[in-house]
């Protein structure tokens, strides 16, 4: 009798433990889904939950706050998810919050973060539906990851074939690293280079100095630069020299016109340019007048020792010296 009441003691002991345990179980499984708590419902439309379910957790700025109370699809592209919020939080979220379906660690269950808006809005209501934001699932980062291991792949048979060109000494680059003479010219040419461009910045310092040596102010460019007189006076000579130069051109061009005219025509001066007959005679011609002027002097002196002519010609020179003396005096 005292072995069964023990064994009842300890059935009876048993149960309430249990019984508290599932309780206890109970009310955590409970307040972790807001079974107990004041709470309200919000909704976020999204294209793609990517694998979210039921219960899963609801995080504002990282702090649990609710879970995922339905999940209906309202068209092919189209998903509503419900949420359960906890009332306290309600007053912190704005109706410009973001809502995003993220992973809760890299391989665990998703859940809906919901993200502060930036800009100043009006208290979350109950019933609200919250912007959504769409991040790339992981099947698409796969897909992407893929797609850049291939070009990785690509990129690597094409580098190994140029390494190996190269190795080859093969192509310019092949040769430059494969033929010592050719680099070798290569270094000279650069070195070559190095002298010039060294030898052109003295050039140039020294066209500087020169340059800087220059009194600028005191200057034919000073003057044309700032004086606008003599700029004026300067483009007006210009202009004249111009003229005068189209004006010469004329000239010239009539005088080779006259000059072709005489040439081809038929007037005295063509005749007398072209004509060695008439250039003889008048040749002739001068010699015998200069003939007649030397003959005609002679008989002027010898008039001059004639008794009859003696007289005339001593009064002349009298006069003459007369003349030159009254200059002398004035």
Do not use: W
Not at 262 to 270: Q, R, V
């Amino acid at each position: 009798m005292k072995t069964s009441n023990t064994q009842k003691f300890n059935l009876g002991l048993f149960i309430v433990i249990s019984t508290l345990i599932l309780v206890i179980a109970l009310y955590f499984i409970g307040n972790r889904q807001n079974l107990f708590g004041k709470t309200f419902r919000i909704s976020a439309v999204f294209n793609n939950i990517n694998g979210l379910q039921l219960g899963n957790n609801v995080r504002y700025s990282g702090i649990n706050v609710g879970t995922v109370k339905s999940i209906v699809m309202l068209n092919d592209s189209t998903i509503c998810v419900d949420m359960i919020i906890e009332e306290k939080i309600l007053q912190h979220i704005r109706k410009n919050a973001i809502a995003a379906i993220g992973s809760d660690g890299l391989v665990g269950s998703m859940v809906i973060n919901i993200a502060p808006g930036k800009d100043i809005s009006t208290g979350l209501a109950p019933g609200d539906t919250l912007k959504t934001y769409s991040k790339i699932s992981t099947t698409d980062m796969l897909e992407t990851l893929n797609t850049t291991n291939d070009n990785a792949a690509k990129l690597t048979s094409g580098l190994l074939k140029i390494t190996t060109a190269i190795n080859d000494g093969k192509g310019t680059l092949g040769m430059l690293i494969k033929d010592p003479e050719l680099a070798s010219n290569l270094k000279e040419t650069i070195n070559n280079l190095k002298n010039a461009s060294s030898d052109a910045s003295k050039t140039i310092i020294e066209i500087k100095k020169i340059v800087s040596s220059i009194n600028y102010d005191e200057s034919v460019a000073y003057t044309l630069l700032s004086d606008s007189i003599s700029a004026n006076k300067t483009k007006s000579i210009i202009a004249n020299l111009d003229k005068s130069s189209n004006e010469i051109n004329t000239v010239i061009n009539n005088l080779n016109d006259y000059i072709l005219n005489i040439k081809n025509g038929d007037g005295t001066i063509n005749y007398m340019v072209n004509d060695t007959i008439l250039v003889k005679n008048i040749d002739e011609t001068m010699k015998n007048i200069k003939e007649g002027s030397v003959r005609l002097n002679e008989n002027l002196e010898a008039l001059k020792h004639n008794f009859l002519f003696r007289g005339y010609f001593r009064k002349l020179e009298k006069e003459k010296l007369k003349e030159e003396k009254k200059k002398a005096k004035n």
